[in-house]
């Protein structure tokens, strides 16, 4: 298989041997609509080998994942298997994990998978598991990350805990604002095999309330026309099987406090690499960056007037591999709270025709000075996401928001 390729799978039970020449770590996450876990019993690995319809088994050539595709809760639309080197701080750089997909009952080969051109990268999503349409298949992602499996559990809702010997855990990045609906149930991620004992999950009584259904079922595409998101809601940009790859601009607009005759906010864009650290900002004092692959169209001091108030166009085709994160945010600079702010919005429209893809209006307000208002992500296939975020903070100016611009990825 190549990155991002996918087939259906001709077996019920199924499993995925992740070998290399070093030892690793591997496990597994069930994940629900909304790309997270539901609990700390959706994460499968060395210290909590089975989980609803999947389990993990640990051989001298490598680990195992297997999945029992009649076994995986309803609510569960994907299961993705990662990996990554036992050894504290190494790296995948000369190492080529492999990972096979086999029958799990007669042993035959379905398909394998080795991601080409590893770094740097201390942890890498192998492959997933996934429904679609009532069939189960299995997609080549090779996907990696230079923090190591806290990047990985911080994507998918897992909370990294801290083992007893700091040294034995890889430092884990802050974890992300919890949205406003109930959050999915955090797991627990324990050091690798051979360090410190993992720290016990918390007890049943202090979990989570479940998360709220998904609107929809599942990820949305352009097909059908423009789209209209909630609040961490995800649409792909793909259209007509293909990913969009021409220029967007996101436009974004509000009107005047309500008893005021002005109010000046500010929208940008921070552009972010793979390891969530900032590539570059575009701002009204910077309105071109990444070779003129990012345009911002100046600031607008009032807000008055129709249409969208400013406006960044984002070259899509042209945005440099070493960026595979946009989240576009807006800030009160006047200090107004977004409370006194009326019917703000971003849309996404196709910059060559003016046509509407995506939009999402902001229902709800509160009274701080900055809000992150959706996010643009790169998947490894070469397709772009688009998700709405709505998430305020307090931050008047662009560089109040690059810390928790950062976490929202």
């Known amino acids: 298989m190549t990155p991002g390729s996918n087939l259906p799978l001709n077996a019920v039970r ?3 041997d992740v070998t290399a020449p070093v030892r690793l770590d591997v496990s597994g996450l069930l994940l629900a609509a909304n790309g997270k876990v539901r609990s700390d019993d959706d994460f499968v690995f060395y210290n909590q080998p089975s989980g609803p ?26 299961i993705v298997v990662t990996a990554s080197p036992d050894a504290p701080g190494a790296t995948f750089a000369g190492t080529e994990p492999t990972g096979t997909v086999r029958n799990a009952d007669d042993g035959s080969v379905i398909a394998s998978f080795t991601p080409p051109q590893l770094g740097p990268e201390t942890a890498l999503v192998v492959v997933e598991i996934y429904r679609r349409g009532g069939v189960w298949k299995v997609r080549a992602v090779g996907q990696g990350y230079a923090n190591g499996l806290a990047g990985i559990a911080t994507d998918f809702g897992v909370s990294v805990a801290e083992p007893a010997a700091p040294a034995a855990a890889p430092q884990a990045p802050a974890a992300p604002p919890a949205p406003p ?18 720290v016990a999950p918390p007890p049943a009584a202090a979990a989570p309330a479940p998360a ?16 209209s998101l909630q609040k961490n809601q995800t649409v792909s940009l793909v259209k007509g099987g293909r990913p969009l790859l021409t220029s967007v601009t996101m436009g974004l607009g509000w009107e005047p406090a309500f008893r005021g005759k002005s109010i ?3 929208a940008s864009v921070i552009a972010y690499g793979p390891d969530r650290k900032k590539v570059d900002n575009c ?17 607008n001091l009032t807000g008055e007037g129709a249409g969208d108030d400013e406006a960044i166009t984002v070259h899509l085709g042209g945005v440099p591999q070493e960026v595979s994160g946009l989240v576009f945010v807006v800030n009160s600079f006047s200090g107004q ?7 703000a919005y971003c849309r996404l429209v196709d910059a060559q025709s003016g046509e509407e893809l995506v939009r999402f209006d902001l229902t709800h307000a509160e009274p701080r000075t900055g809000v992150m208002m959706a996010k643009l992500i790169r998947q490894f296939s070469g397709e772009w996401e ?14 109040g928001m690059v810390k928790p611009a950062a976490q929202a990825l």
Request: charged letters at 20%.
């Open 14 to 16: 199924v499993a995925v």
């Open 53 to 78: 319809g999947v389990t993990h088994s640990a051989a001298a050539g490598g680990d195992t994942i297997t999945v029992d595709t009649a076994a995986v809760p309803e609510g569960i639309e994907k």
């Open 181 to 198: 609906a109930p959050p999915a149930p955090a797991g627990q991620w324990g050091p690798p095999a051979g360090t410190a004992a993992p």
């Open 212 to 227: 709220a259904p998904a609107p929809g079922s599942g990820k949305v595409n352009l097909d059908k026309g423009r789209v």
């Open 264 to 266: 000046d906010l500010d």
């Open 283 to 299: 701002f009204f004092g910077k309105l071109m960056i990444l070779g003129g692959a990012i345009q911002h169209s100046g600031d």
């Open 337 to 343: 709270k977004f409370s006194d702010v009326a019917k």
């Open 386 to 399: 688009m998700t709405a975020l709505g998430e305020f903070v307090d931050a008047r100016t662009v560089r």
